[in-house]
Each structure stands twice: as C-alpha cells, then as structure tokens.
C-alpha cells in the first residue's frame, strides 16, 4: 500500500510541475470556441446560438480524457470540462506537438488550442469538417494524454 501510496504522489507532483510550466502561455480561440466556467450564467443572446454539447469529455487528475474517443456528426459541438485539480488543454495542431502521432486533422480543417483550461472550468469546439481529430493536452501529452473525436458527415435527404 505504501508503493501505491508513493507512487500516486509522485503522479501528482509530476503532473503539477508539467502543469506549472505551461501556465502563462497564451491562449488561441477561434470562432468555434468558447472557454466559460462550469455554470456560469450566460446572456440570453448566447444561448439563443448555443445548443446542448453533443458530446462531453472528462479531463480527469490521472492525466486521461474520459472517454478517450467521442463520435459526433458535422455542424455538432464537443464541450471538454476539466474535472481535475490541475490545468489542461485541448490541443490538436501539429506544430505544437511534441509526437507528431498524436495529432490528426481532416483535410480543409483548421487547427485548434483551448489554452489553458484551469480547474472547473470547460472548453468547446464546434465540429465543421468530417474525419478524424487527434488531440492532446499540451503539459501532459508525454504522460498520454491524448484524445480522438470521430466527425460523420451529415446524410442530406
């Protein structure tokens, strides 16, 4: 019990000294991205153009996206919320990757970086182009935290 013990705490002092570096750096939105704390009020205008996620993902403290793979359809809306004591991203641009590998985009879609997504607090995005996302969370990345998003075309009738 003591190694277990031992263990989970070097776990969180790892994950909160990755975490810790990457605080500050800057945050990149695009009009597809809202960052609001959980349950925060919010105008009526907004609500008026924002529907329900189509899906949820959990960023949890054992450095995982749960679940770690969500199918949606075009035109839906992915809400990440960091459950977690520490801060996460939702990353999925290749540049600021550290694998290559854990990065992927559908052709025609562009990049996208929550930036920091500090505790209790969420981050959406909305899905435009078809295919397959791989992301990652930029401080614990080398941990494995990582993520896929499978988006399916809409039919037309």
């Given at each position: 019990?003591?190694?277990?013990?031992?263990?989970?705490l070097i776990l969180i002092l790892v994950a909160t000294v990755s975490t810790m570096a990457y605080v500050g750096q800057p945050k990149a939105e695009s009009p597809a991205t809202v960052i609001r704390p959980a349950g925060a009020a919010v105008p009526d205008s907004v609500l008026a153009e924002e529907t329900k996620p189509a899906a949820v993902v959990k960023m949890t403290g054992w450095m995982k996206f749960d679940p770690a793979k969500v199918t949606v359809n075009v035109g839906d809306t992915v809400e990440w919320k960091n459950t977690s004591i520490v801060v996460h991203t939702v990353t999925c641009d290749t540049k600021k990757a550290a694998d290559p590998k854990h990065v992927a985009l559908p052709e025609?879609?562009?990049?996208?970086d929550s930036g920091n997504v500090s505790a209790g607090k969420t981050f959406t995005h909305t899905f435009t182009v078809a295919g397959t996302y791989k992301y990652f969370c930029i401080p614990h990345e080398k941990m494995g935290m990582v993520g896929e998003v499978e988006v399916k075309p809409v039919a037309v009738k």
């Amino acid at each position: 019990m003591k190694t277990i013990g031992f263990l989970m705490l070097i776990l969180i002092l790892v994950a909160t000294v990755s975490t810790m570096a990457y605080v500050g750096q800057p945050k990149a939105e695009s009009p597809a991205t809202v960052i609001r704390p959980a349950g925060a009020a919010v105008p009526d205008s907004v609500l008026a153009e924002e529907t329900k996620p189509a899906a949820v993902v959990k960023m949890t403290g054992w450095m995982k996206f749960d679940p770690a793979k969500v199918t949606v359809n075009v035109g839906d809306t992915v809400e990440w919320k960091n459950t977690s004591i520490v801060v996460h991203t939702v990353t999925c641009d290749t540049k600021k990757a550290a694998d290559p590998k854990h990065v992927a985009l559908p052709e025609g879609a562009e990049p996208f970086d929550s930036g920091n997504v500090s505790a209790g607090k969420t981050f959406t995005h909305t899905f435009t182009v078809a295919g397959t996302y791989k992301y990652f969370c930029i401080p614990h990345e080398k941990m494995g935290m990582v993520g896929e998003v499978e988006v399916k075309p809409v039919a037309v009738k």
